[in-house]
């Protein structure tokens, strides 16, 4: 084994950890704070030993069946993804805890208390107490990457799933890690075929259950995962701290600056699902009063019930939002009576984000704010989440919603009349392919008359740019067969389809206008338009699209459509002179934000 | 040795980078440090904060009143993250203006040197040139050295020299 250190954000000590214990099928969709995790595979996949395939799936469902399929083979597999993605992914996940596996198989969870990128701030370790399966919180980077292994240990002597669920201040954190040498497992992949286990029909599922409970009684007693103590002085007999994940780091440290370490009797719980039973019990007999400090929802309080737990469901702690450590300060201060618990002053909120200068969604958005202006915006999960800036989104929900939520506007908004509102649904080109085909297949047959506009700007880049389906290329950019969107929305029974650059503001403005003739027309039905053009963060696209200088005339009247309604952030107005001027720095000459003024004093004053 | 740094800053503007740069230095001198990092949403062109801590600590976060120093690469940030900073902590701040703080024109800078994302290394240069920061100029230009793209070594060299000779 070497010994190297090296500083890895938590994401990439996982990833590194994931090599070394041998996984050998690694399938993810990207999401914050998980994306990282494939990433560091892909960039260390010379370090494997052995065959390794890591595949951007195309949403978490599958990548979780692709890594448990693997895992039944008896290798060694691992899906990923964040909180919402166990979600999509819920349908195997709950039925593989009856099931189990055979090779060491993980599910690595991202949660974001917070939340911070997400829609929702739900604890996996909750959903893993109601899909009866295990799950491991690090309370470190270094921590997440020491249990891999171990985990993998543990699914392999239970046959079950594990979950290690790291959480945003994990993921991003850096930190000192080691890293080792990956050793070779030697596996080769068997499938040994037993119908009544892999393909349990209900008359199977009662002694499955059976045996997964007696499975989790076992889990909880393994003496690797019982919750840790460090023993107090004495001083404070009948009580006692706990904390799990990230959270009991700040405690730490808390504990450490108020020179209270070894003072207090403290747990960190690594395994808050199935909760060890012995740890209840001497809870319940040894303290009078507990301090359970964990993100995001009270799981290890739940099922301690202690009747001194001083948490999140006894009120004393904020039941919402992450665990900071100035809450912990508080909470800490209240529960052991330190004079003067500091105030948390209150958290000010800095500069929103906004697409970035030259984003052609912005062009797109800004077309069908205005060609209807009393339009339905549904939306949808990515950067262009932040057209809601320019007053074009007006619903945001989960991966896909965005045209089912068209058409149930159009089946509720029809029932009362002939007319209906313009209903202008927007999705990118990954969100279109992780959850949109079946969406829009229901949207034509149920003949809800709405215009989907895909936003291809050929990545996932809200994520960071993780290939998609379309291009032809693959995790770590390996060439694979493309699958073109335009064929896929002709199969889907769509008959008004067109594609068009968003930069081309009067054409694809005249497209909006014929997509809502179609839907208007007596056979009209779904009408898509692709709205095309790569993301300007990648330096391909940059380079390949002319770059004007941009200059600002003095018949500017300081109206502020063009950094208001269009919202540049290369834009803004001057003060002083209550004119517009453009940040040189930030503008990258794209030159869509020309048509947007209704005097004409965007000018372009070069090309090149 | 222990010290408490956050870089506060808007998303493009390389505080992930610099944040990684002072990282490096601590780990290249065998000392703990722990860092957390703003991710997603917020890079695009919002706020993002990173914390640095050096030195034998748990966890990544910043307590309110306990950073020990502050690079702020996005001035309008400064009322957002100024109660992060010790009552005796230092800013050393990106901006034209006077004010508060150690402060210098790193954006003009960095534009002079073809390129204001270099800015974050001209701070970082005016940092150890005031003898705020536990790394010094050596430390820095290893880490540079480590972390930057092979083309870009010089270019973010002379950006941090700029600052810390300005
Ligand atoms: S990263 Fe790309 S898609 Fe996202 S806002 Fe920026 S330009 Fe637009
Ligand atoms: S040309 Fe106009 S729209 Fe494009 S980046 Fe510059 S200011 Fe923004
Ligand atoms: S440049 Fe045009 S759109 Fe922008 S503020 Fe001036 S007049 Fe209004």
Same mark, same amino acid.
């Given at each position: 084994?070497?010994?190297?250190? $090296? !500083? ?5 000590? @996982? ?5 070394? *214990?041998?996984? $050998? ?25 052995? /065959? ?67 829609? #929702? ?36 002597? %239970? ?42 029909? /209900? ?19 393994? /003496? ?12 404070? =007999? ?58 995001? %929802? ?30 912990? %300060? ?36 800004? =077309?069908?704010?205005?060609?209807? +202006? ?29 045209? =089912? ?71 770590? &950019? ?40 179609? @839907? ?32 600002? !005339? ?43 003024? +209704? ?5 372009? $004053?070069?090309?090149? | ?10 998303? &493009? ?32 062109? &919002? ?46 701040? #990106?901006? *034209? ?35 705020? @920061?536990?790394? =010094? ?15 870009? @070594? ?13």
């Amino acid at each position: 084994m070497t010994n190297n250190v $090296q !500083l890895l954000m938590g994401n990439e000590a @996982i990833g590194q950890g994931l090599i070394e *214990a041998g996984c $050998q099928v690694a399938a993810a969709y990207p999401g914050t704070p998980s994306t990282e995790i494939l990433q560091a595979m892909i960039d260390r996949q010379d370090q494997a030993v052995e /065959p390794l395939h890591i595949e951007w799936s195309l949403n978490e469902k599958i990548a979780f069946e692709v890594a448990l399929a693997a895992s039944y083979t008896g290798k060694r597999s691992v899906a990923v993804m964040k909180q919402v993605g166990l979600n999509v992914a819920a349908d195997p996940f709950m039925r593989t805890a009856y099931i189990g596996t055979k090779g060491g198989m993980l599910t690595i969870v991202a949660d974001d208390p917070g939340p911070h990128s997400s829609q #929702n701030e739900q604890d996996t370790r909750l959903f893993c107490l109601q899909g009866r399966v295990p799950v491991l919180d690090p309370a470190s980077p270094a921590e997440a990457k020491e249990m891999i292994e171990p985990a993998f240990e543990l699914s392999e002597k %239970y046959q079950m799933n594990i979950v290690v669920r790291p959480t945003t201040r994990i993921c991003h954190s850096r930190q000192n890690v080691a890293s080792g040498s990956p050793q070779p497992l030697e596996r080769r992949a068997v499938f040994e075929k037993n119908p009544t286990r892999w393909a349990a029909t /209900p008359a199977f599922l009662p002694a499955m259950h059976r045996s997964l409970n007696r499975n989790l009684e076992q889990i909880a007693r393994e /003496p690797a995962w019982q919750p840790r103590l460090t023993s107090g002085d004495g001083s404070a =007999s009948r009580t006692a701290l706990v904390a799990s994940g990230i959270v009991y780091s700040y405690l730490a440290d808390l504990l450490d600056e108020l020179d209270l370490t070894g003072v207090f009797d403290l747990f960190q719980v690594l395994m808050p699902y199935p909760l060890s039973p012995d740890f209840s019990a001497l809870m319940h007999a040894r303290y009078d009063r507990v301090l359970i400090l964990e993100e995001t %929802y009270p799981v290890i309080e739940l099922q301690l019930a202690h009747p001194g737990a001083c948490g999140k469901q006894s009120g004393d702690i904020p039941r919402e939002g992450e665990l900071t450590p100035d809450l912990v %300060y508080q909470a800490l201060a209240r529960f052991i009576d330190l004079d003067d618990p500091p105030e948390v002053p209150a958290e000010r909120r800095g500069q929103r984000p906004s697409l970035c200068p030259g984003c052609p969604h912005r062009a797109a958005f800004y =077309s069908i704010k205005t060609c209807f +202006p009393r339009g339905i915006f549904p939306s949808d999960i990515g950067c262009y989440t932040l057209g809601m800036n320019l007053g074009a989104v007006d619903t945001v929900h989960c991966m896909g919603a965005c045209i =089912s939520q068209g058409a149930g506007f159009y089946q509720a908004y029809r029932q009362d009349g002939e007319d209906f509102p313009t209903i202008v649904v927007t999705i990118g080109d990954s969100t279109f392919f992780h959850a949109g085909i079946p969406a829009l297949i229901n949207a034509v047959i149920q003949q809800a008359r709405i215009i989907v506009v895909i936003l291809d700007n050929a990545t996932t880049a809200m994520t960071g740019g993780q290939p998609v389906p379309h291009m032809g290329i693959a995790a770590g &950019g390996k060439p694979t067969r493309a699958v073109a969107i335009e064929p896929l929305v002709t199969a889907c029974g769509v008959d008004f389809l067109a594609t068009c650059d968003p930069y081309d503001q009067p054409r694809f403005e005249r497209l909006l206008r014929d997509a809502d003739t179609h @839907i208007r027309s007596a056979d009209g039905g779904v009408a898509v338009l692709i709205a095309r053009h790569g993301c300007v963060m990648d330096p391909v696209v940059r380079k390949g699209q002319s770059r004007v200088k941009i200059a600002i !005339l003095e018949t500017c009247t300081g109206c502020g459509r063009c950094t208001g309604h269009f919202e540049c952030p290369a834009l803004s107005l001057r003060r002083e002179t209550k004119k517009a001027i453009v940040d040189v720095d930030r503008c990258i000459g794209c030159g869509c934000c020309i048509p947007v003024c +209704p005097v004409a004093a965007i000018v372009a $004053q070069e090309v090149s | 040795m222990k010290q408490q740094i956050i870089v506060s800053g808007i998303g &493009g503007q390389g505080v992930l980078f610099l944040t990684r740069v002072i990282a490096q230095v601590a780990v290249n001198r065998g000392i703990p440090v722990l860092t957390s990092e703003t991710h997603g949403m917020a890079q695009r062109g &919002g706020t993002v904060l990173s914390t640095i801590k050096v030195g034998d600590f748990a966890g990544p976060l910043i307590r309110s009143g306990q950073a020990d120093l502050g690079l702020l690469l996005w001035e309008a940030n400064l009322p957002v993250h100024d109660t992060l900073l010790r009552t005796d902590g230092t800013w050393v701040i #990106n901006s *034209a203006a006077s004010g508060k703080g150690r402060r210098m024109d790193a954006a003009q800078v960095a534009r002079n040197l073809g390129n204001t994302v270099l800015l974050n290394l001209v701070l970082l240069g005016l940092a150890v040139r005031e003898g705020v @920061i536990f790394c =010094s100029a050596e430390d820095c230009e290893q880490a540079i050295h480590m972390l930057a793209p092979e083309k870009f @070594i010089e270019q973010n060299l002379a950006a941090f020299r700029a600052g810390l000779k300005a």
